[in-house]
């Protein structure tokens, strides 16, 4: 793992502060990162980006584009910003993807832009782990990312073009995000589209991680009380010789 962490962090110094800084200072402004993401109000949307919710940004890079976000949907207290380097731009928290050093149920709301392609598969299971664990009930999660276009030479250039030739990045599809996503505890993992895009001009792909709304305590009752009283039934059928949906041999 520390290898894995010295390689992740020292691509992100060489974005931040090699030969490619004057591109990273180049989007700390809020009108550029509108231009690479276009859609602030869908986002807003997506993931319910309001007055009094606590907002995480995770890989903010310049923090410009949460910024804008937070402004846009009137929030009441700044964006939470983390990465795993200081930027060029305000941080708030140094973090790693596979250990958030937030409490449970910290956030309601969580953008996660760009970041992921430079970790490797187990990296990014991890980072779902600790996302499911930091989203709170009735929260919602954005990860957006470039995506591949099943052509190999494009692929390769894409690469190239994202990575601002500091690190090898993986580019993937909805298929083997939601491979990644799934089980970790979320209530519904969707495929969203947020584009167009046109700088650069490269597919992304938008995965949405949502947790349900805690239940009441009353509801909680009342959906114990439903299954006793199914589970009631199905020994009164048993016990009468009757077959109960399910019984048979596999």
């Known amino acids: 793992m520390m290898r894995r962490r010295r390689t992740a962090r020292a691509a992100r110094f060489r974005w931040a502060y090699g030969p490619t800084r004057w591109l990273a200072r ?3 402004s809020a009108a550029v990162q509108a231009l690479l993401t276009p859609r602030a109000d869908r986002i807003i949307d997506l993931i319910g980006l309001e007055p009094g919710k606590r907002y995480l940004d995770l890989g903010c890079g310049t923090g410009a584009y949460a910024q804008l976000l937070a402004g ?6 700044p964006p939470v910003l983390a990465d795993i380097v200081p930027g060029p731009g305000p941080v708030d928290v140094v973090v790693w993807p596979e250990q958030l050093p937030f409490a449970d ?10 970041f992921i392609r430079r970790f ?3 990296v990014v299971r991890g980072l779902a782990m600790e996302l499911s664990r930091v989203l709170a009930p009735g929260g919602a999660a954005l990860v957006m990312e470039v995506a591949p276009v099943r052509n190999p030479g494009l692929d390769r250039f894409h690469r190239w073009v994202v990575s601002a030739g500091c690190a090898d990045v993986d580019l993937r599809g909805w298929g083997r995000l939601a491979a990644l996503f799934t089980g970790c505890g979320f209530g519904a993992i969707d495929l969203v589209n947020v584009g167009p895009f046109l ?3 490269v597919p992304r792909v938008g995965v949405l991680l949502r947790h349900f709304p805690a239940e009441s305590s009353e509801g909680a009752d009342h959906r114990l009380d439903d299954a006793r009283a199914v589970g009631n039934a199905r020994e009164a059928r048993l016990e009468a010789g009757h077959d109960v949906p399910g019984d048979g041999a596999r």
């Open 26 to 28: 180049a989007g700390a």
């Open 120 to 122: 490797d598969d187990d």
């Open 105 to 114: 149920d910290a956030f309601d709301c969580i953008t996660c832009l760009y």
């Open 199 to 201: 700088v650069p001009p």
């Open 72 to 77: 846009r949907a009137g929030l009441t207290d």
